[in-house]
């Protein structure tokens, strides 16, 4: 060994160092000590890979041990000799603890939110009681504190094994505009001030001070452009809600969890409801207990995530918290009594590995009561002198009435669901790890159809001499699961994935009777079943440039396979029996309120299709973002689609900016619009009184519909234009407006009933099937919608209270498109001309247009300090109109009996405050 005594002390050599941040790599010190020392180190590569340190001064006049004793004191890093020129490096066993708690500047504890060493890959998140707890290897530990809606916060902090360290934290409010939004890109990541697309985010503590329990009610009182209401007398919609965005269908919004498309429900809405003729997704199937937070983005995004996305997308981000345990019990009733309501949620996560990994679990119980809103019956009972005996009237009432004389129920139906929910994430690596979640959910609905009274001869069996009012029970069982590989090799992304759906109705009428087979018939059955399966593989590759031109991509692609059944009922649900009236009459075929499905309904079908995609986001300036899309897609059963997209954001100030897109959307004929078909034999008004009909649904793919010169059905398309400006005017204040313009064309409807008395050449085709009247999906009108989105946020922040006050508001118009006379534009075929009311009546339309509020404006304020949260809120809902299909024409109009009138039946109802 070379003498040291009067050698100088020395810096480390600069051509064989490694800097980072002006740090220095381990490795560069030990080859700089090797030769000084004459000695020779032994370490594995991968322990020293990124390892560095402060810039360290070699003291030649001290050892070498002493050297690096100091040298690696804030690493975990340590020393072992093994001979008098080796020595080996190995990382340090020895550990401390570090622990501290998490609150928000008023001193109110932050549970939930997550604790993550920078670089490491371990983390936790924060207990009940605000406070967290890690064990870390000895050395200098750089530590980041996150929570949905604050900034987050990192401190750097030594560790050592003698003493535990605390580490405690304060998070500020984010706001509003500087909370960061994923949907609409799939691996950029944006804050809403600098996103090109309108967004918006509802955290989870809006979500649990909300007094709502189902995730569409959630949404419903907390985005002023989302709607969705509780249907009454509507079969399976009754209990599957419709949701739409910006007054557009519910099949035009698009489902995501965690990034990931949700399946849509096997049910077809076909009943008098907002939404009919289209397939929506379930969203109450998706426990609210379980979300950590929704993602709303208001613009098409069909290139990013392919068909549906027309209105816009709902991004549902599961929980994700370890070490955590909730347990919910809520419950609540109307003013009047009725549509009680008691849930019953628990939540819980814990670790997995020292790399951040977890497993949540979410399990959901809720029973909600029925709510009817009907007035006492005051019509015919008996439809002889019967109704004039004031006893036999009573008797009625007292055997027949769900209280008083009210013999109906109009209102929300009764439910009990129970779901169980997790989410899943297992690092491999510091850059890999595997996901997965998913859940499975159960609800068994209870609702009534129209009470069938005795004088209503056609549609008894003999059996209910009071007559009846039916039970429909939906079981619907609802399954998903998802599991994937993410990788982050910056400046490369990898995320491989495959996602699985399932949406199964199962459909009993109780209380009820088939009335053609007389007195041999039975009371419930069985009708039929619905089924839709879905399964998506994907595969996203992303990369970031730092060039000259900072720039983002993003290229994916997308194999999706779909499976539809429709499944037979009970022979006895559908069958004709021999049955008459007292006139000699056929009684009515199949059960009351719902004809069980034929053995010629039956369906299983199955589709596929394939997407390819891109996507590219440039910095152009400081100042200037723009993006632009496009994406190419196949299906089995109609071909191709290409679509495409453009975005821009302007940041005028590092408070302003203006943005703006243009898209096109599509999307594809659901599987239910193609293949759903049924056939019943009912009485239906004719002339001066009722006769029995044949009526048929046919699907698309049937004779009679072609006979018709119905054209297979083709997917919507759209054209979406944004324009709008974001602005934090300081730094609790946020101000965002967006105006917006949606064309739609070859919008898919369920047309009315066709009828063999509209003209001979109907009769013709509907005869040889022996059927009177049909209806079916077909594209046939254009639409054009145009609305205004605004949002206002203000803190205010105290020592320990905060103060905010929220301002949203939504106003949308939808209108079908006009020819030159104002008249709809109806698109029929050459057998059709001049029967385009028959296809798309003015009650169609005015679902279409006027059904849904054309504003919505919501204020909230929420008073938070270290002892008591309150929250308080108001929704104003816009005027909504019905609109009966024969009263443009006043001989139709009936005699108002508190009026004395005649008078039309169409209805507006004035806008409302909740």
Known sequence: MLSQTNQPDIFPSQKNSSTQSNQLLVKSLLKDLEKIYQVHFLYESAILAEVYIKPFKIRQQKSLAKNLQFALKKTNLKYVKVSSTTYAIIQNEEKGILFGTVREVNNQTLTGASVNVIGESKGTTVELNGTYRLELPIGQHKIEVSYVGFKSKSKTIDINANDPVQLDFKLVNQPNLDEVVVVGSRFIKNSLLENTQPAEIIQQEQLENS?????????????????????????????????????????????????????????????????????????????????????????????????????????????????????NLSSGVSQQGDGGVFNFNSNYGFDIGKRGGFVNFTI???????????????????????????????????????????????????????????????????????????????????????????????????????????ILQTNIFDRSLCFGIYANNSPWKFDFSNTFGSNGIHYTVKNSNNASLGLASPTRAEVGNLFYYQNITNLDIGHETNWKIPFRFRLGGEFRVGNYKQERGDEISWIKGNDLTSQGVPKESGFQMFPG??????????????????????????????????????????????????????????????????????????????????????????????????????????????????????????????????????????????????????????????????????????????????????????????????????????????????????????????????????????????????????????????????????????????????????????????????????????????????????????????
């Open 211 to 327: 007094a709502q329990s189902e995730t569409t009610q959630l949404l419903h009182y907390l985005v002023p452009s989302f709607y969705s209401t509780h249907q009454t007398i509507s079969d399976g919609t009754d209990h599957i809600d419709p949701a739409t965005l910006r007054g557009l269908s519910s099949d035009q919004l698009l489902v995501l969890i965690n990034g990931k498309r949700r399946h849509h429900s096997a049910l077809v809405n076909i009943n008098g409801t907002v939404g009919r003729g289209s397939v929506a997704t379930d969203l109450n199937a998706i426990p609210a207990s379980a979300i950590k937070r929704i993602e709303v983005l208001r613009d098409g995004a069909a290139t990013e995530y392919g068909s549906d996305a027309i209105a816009g997308v709902i991004n549902i981000v599961l929980k994700d918290n370890a070490n955590l345990k909730t347990l």
């Open 597 to 914: 499905f034929r053995p010629e309904n039956e369906v299983h079908e199955t589709r596929y299709n394939l997407g390819v995609y891109g996507n590219i986001e440039a910095d152009l300036s400081s100042k200037l973002k723009v993006n632009a899309a496009t994406r190419y897609e196949y299906f089995s059963d109609f071909n191709s689609n290409f679509i495409y997209k453009f975005g821009t954001n302007y940041a005028i100030s590092d408070v302003l900016s203006f943005r703006g897109t243009f898209n096109t959307s599509f999307r594809a004929p659901s599987m239910p619009q193609i293949y759903y078909n049924t056939l019943a034999f009912q009485f239906t008004d004719h002339g001066n009184g009722q006769s029995g009909s044949n009526i048929a649904h046919y699907n698309n793919k049937h004779p009679v519909t072609k006979l018709f010169g119905i054209e297979g059905l083709k997917p919507e398309t759209s054209r979406n234009y944004s324009l709008g400006f974001a602005s934090k005017l300081f730094q609790d204040l946020s101000l965002t407006v967006d105006a917006y313009n949606i064309y739609i064309k070859n919008r898919i409807i369920l047309t009315g009933q066709i009828s063999a008395d509209d003209d001979p050449r109907f009769a013709r085709i509907l005869s040889n099937d022996n059927v009177n009247r049909a209806q079916f999906f077909t594209n046939v009108i254009d639409t054009k919608t145009r609305g205004l989105d605004f949002s206002f946020n203000y803190k205010l922040n105290f020592k320990e209270t905060t103060l905010s006050f929220s301002l949203a508001s939504n106003i949308t118009k939808t209108k079908v498109v006009e020819n030159e006379e104002g008249e709809p534009l109806i698109r029929t075929s050459d057998i059709l001309k001049g029967f385009g009311n028959l296809l798309i009546n003015r009650e169609e339309i005015s679902r279409i247009e006027v059904a849904q509020p054309n504003n919505k404006t919501i204020f909230s304020t929420h008073f938070k300090s270290k002892k008591l949260t309150a929250f308080l809120a108001f929704t104003n809902f816009g005027k909504v109109q019905f609109v009966q299909h024969h009263d443009d024409n006043p001989s139709e109009w009936i005699l108002n009996t508190l009026t004395n009138r005649f008078e039309s039946r169409d209805q507006t109802f004035s806008s409302k405050i909740i």
């Open 364 to 470: 959901d119980f809720r029973l909600r009561g029925a709510v009817n809103r009907s007035g006492d019956y005051t019509g015919i009972i008996f439809g002889d002198e019967r109704d004039d005996d004031e006893k036999k009237v009573n008797t009625f009432f007292e055997e027949k009435a769900l209280d008083g004389k009210r013999i109906m129920s109009i209102g929300s139906s009764k439910s009990t669901n129970g779901s169980i929910f997790f989410n899943a994430k297992i690092p491999l690596t510091d850059q890999i790890y595997l996901y997965t979640f998913g859940g499975t959910s159960y609800r068994q609905g209870i609702s009534n159809g129209f009470f069938r009274f005795p004088y209503q001869e056609e549609r008894q069996a003999g059996i209910h001499p009071y007559g009846f009012l039916p």
